[in-house]
């Protein structure tokens, strides 16, 4: 065996080192990306969500402020508790294992909400109802939480990062990825939200149960082609980086520092042994600071599942004299805009930024980060303009005080948002994903895809709250609130102003984050070789 061939701290199916030419790269990402990020496993998430506001408001009767507070709290949930998922993968089960056990429990919950679907429609649904939905909605969010950061760390795994051409392979990884999220799912999900507004909400779950079923036996598929990662006598992925008091060799090759430069170590009364772990540990708390910057970013890009379709919901959606297009499936602008821009990204402004730039993904991830929050803000102002229009035209045609009246303004006005956040998705959302990835050690890949996707959980639960409590205060004395049942008296346009404001903030604030965190990042280099 070539020793060029050999994959460093990889083995393939049976146990033995991985063979380049045998195992991985784009032949096994195959698998894993129409898995878990095409028609598969994503169809069946946003077969779910997409339309879930309708069926909170309508087959449960809750408000609109409940209904979009409920949503943001369960995919807050969904994209908070990959981190315990990660943790799990990557210090007792491991990646592989994992994606195949949170895909079964992932079935199982898609399977109670089916069942509590059809209870549902059988009369009105008592609280006992409710809860076994919610039940099953938030077994959904736990499957869903292990699996999502460890089928995506094990697709870019495939990728060797100490071969050139892999290494620029894997930055394009990404950005499929992406492309196979948005692209798979699209024309299903037009028909699936059809078949929930018009037929059936029980054929409407079960239908992405069984395409969660299919996710699982094309991955199987694939288990004799990948590589998987060898588990070093590396510490658990819940003590890593956690400093002992005892060091036990030394090298000249290796730095000391004084205890004064790390004050509460000082109580060791002695020299502390920086290490290659030590300094991965310290430039991941750097990420802390960008984590914290991109929260707006992340409140803002929660809304279109929520309160874009409610802004949908009261307009003109004729498509023709009898038919009408369902307020959710305006969010397939968004992946139609995706799988527009990243091959034009990928094939084409990457290689003409990477001759400007001499950086391998053309934009550093911290570049593409910050073009992507900067679309955000003008998504969110274009945004507070068009409801602006759209509340004067209700008042303009006296439908103001018609609770679900709708405005004569057509759905295309909302377009121009649609659009601007599949652009601020392709540059932010991936290039965090890329950034979380990328920054932190091999045996915690999934773990730093899990506190990527912990900044869009919190951004949902932030977002729950930043409702509720701007209903309670805006609706004082039984007044219009922001959040009205009746849309047309509501202020949505104020609610995006503010978040504007909010990600204007964020942006700023991640510019200056970010140039401290590339000198470091270039300190470390400098210390570890």
């Not at 460890?150 to 990884?173: H, K, N, V």
């Not at 990243?342 to 991830?365: K, Q």
Request: glycine share 8%; aromatic share 12%; charged share 15%.
């Amino acid at each position: 065996m070539s020793q060029n061939d050999v994959v460093n701290g990889m083995a393939d199916y049976s146990g033995r080192p991985a063979k380049r030419s045998h195992s991985g790269f784009w032949r096994s990402a195959s698998y894993i990306m129409v898995a878990g990020a095409g028609a598969a496993e994503r169809f069946a998430y946003f077969g779910v969500g997409t339309n879930l506001i309708s069926y909170l408001t309508g087959e449960l009767g809750q408000s609109t402020a409940a209904a979009a507070a409920s949503i943001n709290l369960w995919a807050g949930a969904g994209l908070l508790l990959p981190l315990l998922g990660a943790l799990a993968a990557e210090s007792f089960l491991g990646r592989y294992p994992t994606v195949v056990f949170s895909s079964l429990l992932y079935i199982l919950a898609l399977g109670l909400l089916t069942t509590s679907a059809f209870v549902d429609e059988q009369g009105s649904p008592s609280e006992l109802d409710i809860g076994f939905f919610f039940v099953s909605l938030y077994l959904i969010a736990l499957g869903q939480g292990a699996y999502k950061p460890c089928i995506t760390a094990f697709g870019a795994d495939q990728f060797d990062e100490q071969d050139p051409l892999e290494l620029r392979s894997r930055s394009s990884f990404f950005n499929w990825w992406y492309f196979g999220l948005s692209a798979g799912p699209l024309v299903p999900l037009l028909a699936l939200n059809y078949v929930q507004d018009n037929i059936s909400w029980v054929i409407g779950f079960g239908i992405p149960c069984v395409s969660q079923v299919i996710a699982l036996v094309v991955f199987l598929l694939g288990r004799k082609s990948y590589r998987y990662n060898i588990k070093r006598n590396e510490k658990s992925a819940l003590n890593w980086g956690v400093v002992s008091p005892t060091i036990d060799a030394y090298s000249d090759e290796e730095d000391q520092v004084g205890l004064e430069s790390i004050p509460h170590l000082k109580s060791l009364n002695k020299p502390l042994l920086v290490s290659g772990k030590m300094e991965e540990a310290k430039e991941m708390l750097t990420l802390i600071p960008l984590w914290a910057a991109s929260l707006p970013f992340a409140i803002a890009i929660s809304q279109s599942a929520t309160l874009f379709t409610k802004q949908g919901i009261t307009m003109d959606r004729s498509i023709t004299p009898s038919v009408d297009l369902p307020a959710a499936s305006l969010q397939y602008i968004i992946g139609l805009t995706i799988i527009i821009l990243i091959p034009l990204y990928d094939r084409v402004l990457v290689p003409l930024a990477r001759t400007l730039t001499g950086s391998p993904s053309g934009l550093t991830e911290l570049e593409r980060i910050g073009v992507g929050m900067l679309l955000c803000t003008l998504s969110l102002v274009v945004a507070a303009l068009v409801e602006q229009k759209r509340l004067q035209t209700a008042i303009h045609h006296g439908l103001a005080d018609i609770p679900g009246a709708r405005v004569p303004m057509s759905f295309c006005w909302l377009i121009p948002q649609y659009i601007l956040y599949g652009f601020m998705e392709v540059f932010a959302y991936i290039g965090l994903q890329e950034l979380f990835y990328d920054r932190v050690p091999c045996s915690l890949k999934s773990v730093g895809l899990s506190i990527f996707l912990s900044i869009m959980g919190m951004g949902q639960i932030l977002s729950s709250l930043l409702i509720c409590l701007i209903e309670e205060i805006t609706s004082k004395n039984g007044g219009n609130g922001w959040f009205s049942d009746n849309t047309n008296r509501a202020h949505l346009d104020y609610f995006y102003w503010l978040l504007a404001s909010l990600n204007a903030i964020g942006f700023v604030a991640f510019l200056y984050f970010a140039k401290s965190f590339k000198n470091r990042s270039e300190l470390v280099v400098i210390i570890v070789n």
